[in-house]
């Protein structure tokens, strides 16, 4: 009953790969025996291929560890991928199809009708569609997404909001850190002393992933929330942490205090369950006038919250506030673990 269960982790170099090794670094329930990467690092120790890049040291025994290729078969019983896109969709799939269940950071499968687009905090219930996924592609294994690291920490927020009130559009202006763009990510010329106001990809991703997020499950499918989202995405430069301008227009009445009630009160599945990395506040309010702000508040409970600050009435719609949320932990990593833990729970893995 103590024994762990095997995990891999496909493109384990890059930074998600290293946040997903110190994450699972003394994890009671999964262990790391597997690691995969590019054809250029196969073979090689993880020391020696990986430019580690976080501020905790490299733990001593994923330092020997050989990369191998990222294809069947592996030494695990469940797949973890941050494998860039132009690769993570095929490969994933191999995985799925060979049986295992693949826990995907990647974006390739998220809007698949068949595959479940997770916050175990918000819509546990879409766990149903792996059961269509494994019927439908005629498969053992399955592939589970959590969403893109801006859209996380908007719907933590968004979700109490839905469900009490009922949302009718969103509007959000996002300043992304650097680390969501990988490693070696944006040149230090052009973004010292400067804004960058595009990323590419990633405003059409926030905008579909919460109606499907926020969703409801019902005859095998997901039916989309019925609220729009109009998002402007840039790249600013801070280490880790994305923010966001959040403005929301909804269906019935409330006030301040109710919006701030709501979110402080916000559970889910995994704070019923214990799960070992769900936060235990998953939705955190703050009152200072200038906060939330990325260098002091990102890592508030281990960077699994989204933090909310300067919640107010706005002049066009109904309310604005202000989002914070971790992007390589809770928009990432952290999510995929968390992802799996509540898979564990439900008998799934």
């Known amino acids: 009953m103590n024994k762990k269960i095997r995990v891999g982790i496909l493109g384990a170099t890059g930074m998600v790969g290293q946040r997903f090794i110190q994450l699972l670094d003394g994890h009671p329930q999964f262990e790391v025996t597997a690691l995969a990467a590019s054809e250029r690092s196969e073979s090689r120790s993880f020391q020696e291929a990986c430019a580690w890049k976080l501020t905790n040291p490299m733990p001593d025994w994923v330092k020997t560890m050989p990369l191998q290729a990222c ?21 994933e799939a191999a995985f799925a199809q060979a049986g295992y269940p693949v826990i995907s950071n990647s974006s390739n499968h998220r809007m698949s009708v068949d595959v479940p687009l997770l916050v175990p905090e918000i819509n546990a219930e879409h766990l149903k569609l792996i059961d269509v996924q494994r019927e439908r592609r005629n498969q053992k294994g399955y592939i589970v997404t959590n969403p893109n690291c801006t859209t996380v920490a908007l719907v933590l927020a968004l979700a109490p909001i839905q469900e009490a009130f009922g949302i009718e559009a969103v509007i959000v202006s996002t300043m992304q850190a650097l680390s969501g763009a990988g490693y070696p ?23 579909s ?10 005859d095998g499918a997901v039916t989309p929330a019925d609220f729009r989202v109009s998002a402007q995405c840039h790249r600013v430069n801070v280490s880790d942490g994305h923010t966001e301008a959040v403005t929301i227009k909804l269906k019935k009445k ?3 205090a109710d919006l701030i009630e709501v979110m402080e009160n916000f559970q889910g599945e995994p704070q019923k369950l214990n799960l070992y990395s769900a936060p235990n506040r998953p939705v955190i309010v703050m009152k200072e006038h200038n906060r939330p702000q ?3 508040d990102r890592d508030l409970e281990k960077g699994m919250a989204t ?12 309310f604005r506030f202000t989002v914070l949320g971790h992007n390589t932990v809770r928009g990432a990593a952290g999510a995929a673990i968390l992802n799996a833990e509540l898979l564990v729970a439900k008998g799934y893995i």
């Open 307 to 318: 933090v909310v600050g300067r919640v107010r009435e706005d002049n066009i719609f109904d």
């Open 185 to 207: 990510g944006v040149a230090s010329l052009d973004i010292i002393d400067n804004v960058i106001p595009y990323i590419d990809g990633e405003e059409p991703k926030v905008e």
């Open 254 to 256: 409330a006030t301040i």
């Open 294 to 296: 990325p260098r002091l």
């Open 209 to 218: 992933e919460p109606r499907k997020i926020l969703g409801l499950f019902a």
């Open 71 to 91: 294809q069947t078969p592996l030494d695990c019983d469940v797949v973890f991928s941050s494998l860039p896109s132009s690769m993570a969709g095929e490969v």
